[in-house]
T-cell receptor
Framework: DTGVSQDPRHKITKRGQNVTFRCDPI?????LYWYRQTLGQGPEFLTY????????KSRLLSDRFSAERPKGSFSTLEIQRTEQGDSAMYLC???????????FGSGTQLSVL | KNEVEQSPQNLTAQEGEFITINCSYS?????LHWLQQHPGGGIVSLFM???GKKKHGRLIATINIQEKHSSLHITASHPRDSAVYIC?????????FGTGTRLQVFP
């Protein structure tokens, strides 16, 4: 087991394009979280899954954002019609359950030009 | 006002110094995490606390639930401890993060 992996590590896109990120959590972990981090700030919660169920979404997650975890394993985060304000590091983390130690991926750095 | 406040925001130290980073929160929590983030983004969980004190090597984390306060201490600091240290609290099922404390330890 190699921990939480995210793909791609970097993504550069033009404004208005759609992008999709993938997160592969640690295999036995039920919880999967998505966070967004901008320079100099702490991560901000976006959404989380308990197995395949999306249990909470932040108000930061506008209608252009959608996340899925179809089989309770990997998850995807899609941003439609990207805007320059979407430029950030998108972090994924997983845990065995609530109130358990979190394991983070290395993140996907998105730059919207 | 942020729900999780850390102090100081920036901290420089000489190698060997004892370091304390503070975290105060305003929400009810079930657990508190201390995380370490190195340049390039990788985040590592150092501690998860719901009460009392935990120690791992040169790192010590304490929490006072009544005071809604936690501290992270680094004894005998070393340049490799240079990183951003982030406090995060479990509010129901999501984590709320502080903005981090940037620590630089000089030889």
């Amino acid at each position: 087991d190699t921990g939480v992996s995210q793909d791609p590590r970097h993504k550069i896109t033009k404004r208005g394009q759609n992008v999709t990120f993938r997160c592969d959590p640690i295999s036995e972990h039920n919880r999967l979280y998505w966070y967004r981090q901008t320079l100099g700030q702490g991560p901000e919660f976006l959404t989380y899954f308990q197995n395949e169920a999306q249990l909470e979404k932040s108000r930061l997650l506008s209608d252009r954002f959608s996340a899925e975890r179809p089989k309770g394993s990997f998850s995807t985060l899609e941003i439609q019609r990207t805007e320059q304000g979407d430029s950030a590091m998108y972090l994924c983390a997983s845990s065995l359950g609530g109130n358990e130690k979190l394991f983070f991926g290395s993140g996907t750095q998105l730059s919207v030009l | 006002k942020n729900e999780v406040e850390q102090s100081p925001q920036n901290l420089t130290a000489q190698e060997g110094e004892f370091i304390t980073i503070n975290c105060s929160y305003s929400v009810g929590i079930s657990a508190l995490h201390w995380l370490q983030q190195h340049p390039g983004g990788g985040i590592v969980s150092l501690f998860m606390l719901s009460s009392g004190k935990k120690k791992h090597g040169r790192l010590i984390a304490t929490i006072n639930i009544q005071e809604k306060h936690s501290s992270l201490h680094i004894t005998a600091s070393h340049p490799r401890d240079s990183a951003v240290y982030i406090c995060a609290v479990h509010d129901t099922d999501k984590l709320i993060f502080g903005t981090g404390t940037r620590l630089q330890v000089f030889p």
